[in-house]
């Protein structure tokens, strides 16, 4: 296959030039929203305004953003031209967004998927910026936001982690305590189910959360390298450690909570919220679903307990969310500055102080004001040897939405079929891999 | 949070065949001379504007997409630039074949989807629209409730369905307390379940529109030919076999034709009850699940809507062409 690891154009077969053509209108039909990106278009070349392309829908982060580009225009007299999209639209129709007339800046996430367009030549890279916000961010969160050129494209806004969340006062009651270790995990699980609790919440319709559950498992058994192989096609999916990885799985299966593909992550937080379940890993966001505040001050955290003591708990998975900066943006200069200011404390503490779910990508931003599970989410970040993002974030989104979520589904009802499974999800892994 | 991109959009190009007697009209041709006044300029601008108009919606909307869907089913493309198609062959399709593991399930459900749809709210349609031609009392209100799930978006009654068959919550396991650990019915994930489950709404729906579809042909029914059974002695089951079923004739191959139809564009339902899981898979979703987002697999997308035509054509070909052999003969 004519692909290359950079994901360079390579010149195709002469027949391509017929496709040109016909493509062109197979655009129309052929599901590809083309024509919606001519909705963002602006006009003229204004120095004062930026156009922003913003995927936060939700009302409480829109707010926040809001917040963030009136300081900003407060300071530097550029106006932010916000252009918001609903999430999900917004993710769908990336594609011909970039390549339509995108705003000059957008919001995206850190890692394989920024990398992907930024490979592609949608994104501009933006090293001038970081040589002035770098100091604000540790190396982890550098590493993050670099393509695969080793050139930056992306400035972080927040981070959160996945962790294994419980409520502190079920623990006290039953007087648990804490694992660390793979051991501790499973004896604590057998005691909440013999106390008449579901040990570990599990809603998994919506299909991504058992990535989450497998990026745990896989990094805590095989390390972090070899994860970051898998997820970028070159580690084979038949290998032992995944299988072993797999078995650790199953163990843990039979005190997940029952019919989780048919229970939303809203309905699985729910029995956490009705102290049902002992434990639920998740990432923060879970919080969203403590609406009583006397709840939400109960609702704590733990990392994934180790399962090999080579890799002990070095790895946090801490999703990242920021900004790119388009293709050719119209005004350049101005989304330079704004890059500048998103990458500042400053923009990251206006942000957080209307989401109290995330934490702040950089180092220096003020953290008097975290809640108690804001500051442990903060030490766990920054203290982590190894950053992922998460599954979908860190492979090829074509392959984890068309292979891995059914995959895994099916894994989590029949534990036992692993092995047929494992090759299927390799001879698919190939082929979508092999094509660019 | 976390990515899912998943939003009910209607799949590609090859999407339901259009029903018969659709086709694009033709300007009619001019009057022999003598009639000449009859079209002024006007009026053959104003034909040829609504002649071609629809032609040309109907060649790019149909004709160039359809094509191009099956032209790029030959490709790999990630939708970035018309630069990064690539020719791979029928490599598309021998994947499908052998390595997707959800493509043979998908076709299977189409089929059990079709058969379910023909033996189960087909009758019962008939049945109620047999009954509501009785001028019973509050007919207007019963045609009402049975047609209203037709008119609800399918998006909204899978919400519903799935409030029903929610595994903690729904109303069916609170009811017959089955969410509680240990005796968990998981109607929307466990794939021995979750089709029926589905079905059992989808079936809900189509009753109401077999039922309008037949009451339509039942009005049509000539009421001498009633007459004429009941003074020949038959009882009303005789009656109904031997002189009404049989003139429902052309209603039965357009409730045939919808039924197919409806079969093969199952989607938005399974796509809002659990995004076509294990148990569920639809040609339409996988579709749509390889065509939208972000990384889309455009060339592997395509060649399962070009099985999904195939199968389409294989089925309306025949009707098509007998309705046409009629037409002439007629």
């Keep these: 296959m004519d692909h290359t690891p950079s994901r360079l154009f390579v010149p195709g077969p002469s027949r391509r030039t017929l496709l040109r053509g016909v493509g062109g209108a197979a655009a129309l039909g052929a599901g590809l929203p083309l024509l919606s990106a001519c909705g963002s278009s602006d006009t003229g070349t204004d120095t004062k305004t930026v156009t922003l392309g913003s995927n936060s829908s939700d009302a409480v982060p829109k707010k926040a953003f809001a917040e963030i580009y009136a300081a900003f225009t ?106 660390t270790t793979w051991a501790q995990f499973l004896a604590l699980c057998k005691r909440m189910q013999k106390d008449g609790l579901v040990p570990i919440a599990f809603g998994d319709k919506d299909a991504w959360p058992a990535l989450g559950t497998f990026d745990q498992i896989n990094f805590r058994t095989n390390g972090y390298d070899f994860h970051v192989e898998l997820m970028a096609g070159k580690a084979s999916w038949t290998d032992a450690k995944v299988r072993a990885a797999f078995d650790n799985w199953a163990e843990i299966l039979p005190y997940s909570q029952e019919g989780s593909t048919g229970r939303t992550w809203q309905d699985a937080a729910q029995s956490l919220v009705s102290k049902k379940a002992g434990m639920y890993l998740l990432g923060s966001f879970v919080g969203q679903q403590f609406t009583n505040a006397t709840d939400l001050a109960d609702l704590d955290f733990f990392p994934f307990p180790e399962i090999d003591p080579s890799f002990g708990q070095d790895t946090v998975e801490a999703p990242t969310d920021g900004f790119m900066i388009s293709k050719s943006p119209k005004n350049k200069a101005g989304s330079v500055k704004l890059m500048e200011f998103l990458g500042t404390p400053e923009a990251e503490e206006i942000y957080l102080k209307a989401d109290p779910n995330v934490v702040a990508a950089s180092t220096t931003a003020d953290t008097s004001s975290y809640s108690p599970i804001q500051k442990k989410a903060y030490a766990m970040i920054s203290g982590a040897k190894n950053l992922t993002q998460f599954m979908d974030r860190d492979s090829r989104p074509d392959f984890t939405s068309t292979v891995m979520q059914p995959a895994l589904q099916k894994f989590i009802r029949d534990p036992k079929g692993i092995d047929s499974l494992l090759s299927s999800i390799e001879r698919q892994k190939k082929s979508i891999f092999a094509s660019s | ?89 029928l490599r598309n399709f ?100 979750n089709l029926w489950a589905i079905l059992v709404a989808a079936s809900w729906r189509h009753t109401g529109y077999m039922m309008i579809l037949y009451l339509a042909g039942l009005k049509g029914v000539d009421p001498s030919l009633r007459e004429a059974s009941s003074l020949d002695g038959a009882n009303e089951w005789q009656t109904f076999k ?37 148990g569920t898979e639809l040609l339409s979703i996988l579709v749509t699940n390889n065509i939208i987002g972000e990384s889309s697999r455009i060339g592997y997308g395509s060649a399962i809507a070009v099985v999904l035509l195939v199968i389409s054509l294989v089925v309306i070909i025949p009707y098509l062409v007998s309705t046409f052999r009629k037409e002439r003969r007629a």
């Design chain 1, 74 to 179: 407060k300071k530097s007299g550029i106006k932010v031209d916000v252009n918001t999209k609903d999430h999900n639209t917004f993710q769908e129709q990336i594609n011909s967004y970039l390549q339509g007339t995108p705003d000059d800046v957008f919001t995206w996430f850190a890692g394989y998927r920024m990398q992907f367009f930024a490979g592609k030549g949608l994104a501009s890279p933006i090293d001038d910026v970081w040589q002035k916000i770098g100091g604000n961010f540790p190396e982890a969160m550098k590493q993050l936001s670099k393509g695969a050129d080793g050139k930056y494209y992306f400035v972080p806004l927040y981070t959160y982690p996945w962790a294994i969340f419980y409520r502190k006062s079920v623990f006290q009651d039953h007087g648990y305590e804490v694992p």
């Design chain 2, 1 to 89: 949070m976390s990515a899912f991109d998943s939003v009910p959009v209607a799949p590609g190009a090859a999407d339901a065949p259009l029903p018969a007697g659709t086709s694009t009209p033709l300007p009619s041709r001019k009057p022999p001379s003598g009639h000449r006044r009859l079209l002024t300029r006007r009026d053959r601008v104003a034909l040829a504007f609504m002649a071609g108009l629809p032609t040309f919606l109907h060649v790019a909307l149909v004709w160039v997409t359809a094509l191009a869907s099956i032209v790029l089913a030959f490709t790999t493309w990630d939708g970035i630039g018309f630069d990064s198609i690539k020719w791979v062959g």
């Design chain 2, 242 to 278: 031997n002189v009404i079923f049989p003139t429902l004739r052309p209603t039965n191959t357009i409730v045939l034709v919808v039924t197919i139809i409806e079969a093969l564009r199952a989607f938005d339902l399974v796509y809002v009850f659990n995004g076509g899981a294990q």
């Design chain 2, 94 to 193: 021998h994947e499908l074949f052998d390595n997707n593991p959800q493509f043979w399930p998908a076709v299977q459900h189409n089929v059990i989807w079709f058969v379910v749809l023909i033996a189960i709210p087909t009758p019962l349609g008939l049945f109620l629209a047999v009954q509501l031609d009785k001028n019973i009392r509050f007919t207007r209100v019963y045609q009402t409730a049975f047609f209203l799930p037709v008119v609800v978006s399918l998006a909204v009654t899978g919400f519903v369905w799935q409030l029903v068959y929610n595994p903690d919550t729904g109303l069916i396991n609170s009811l017959i307390g089955a969410n509680k650990p240990g005796h968990y019915i998981d109607w929307i994930g466990d794939p021995d379940l």
